[in-house]
């Protein structure tokens, strides 16, 4: 059974960086993308980036593009999030995930085509 582990997750400033790291395990026979959502206390849970292995293709919510990253090895099913000039509202629990399945590209903004979850990350900026 695959399982993710993520890590990275802290405590830091308004404008501080942050680097999450998430690992696949336990046999990726399917791998077609891998992202992350996240769930600030009291809302839903929420997109916020993923890569598409297929073409490199990255997805970004409009809330983090231009502060953001997503990088990873397909080969390692590795996914990482380099998330720059933090702000308050970035502060949540942060979940890796990933889709075993191709989906059209448009659905990667939603949860539809992530089946495996990690156990999620706290990120806390502290303004």
């Known amino acids: 059974q695959v399982q993710l582990a993520e890590s990275g997750g802290g405590l830091v400033q308004t404008g501080d960086s942050l680097r999450l790291s998430c690992a696949a395990s336990g046999g990726t026979s399917g791998n077609y993308a891998m992202g992350w959502f996240r769930q600030a206390p009291g809302k839903e849970r929420e997109f916020v980036a993923a890569i598409r292995w297929s073409g490199r293709v990255e997805y970004y919510t409009d809330a983090v593009k231009g502060r953001f990253t997503i990088s990873g090895n397909n080969a390692k099913n590795t996914v990482y999030l380099q998330m720059n000039s933090l702000k308050s509202e970035d502060t949540a629990v942060y979940y890796c995930?990933?889709?075993?399945?191709?989906?059209?590209?448009?659905?990667?903004?939603?949860?539809?085509?992530?089946?495996?979850w990690g156990q999620g990350t706290q990120v806390t900026v502290s303004s």
């Open positions: 995930v990933l889709g075993s399945r191709r989906w059209n590209s448009g659905s990667y903004y939603s949860s539809l085509p992530y089946d495996v």
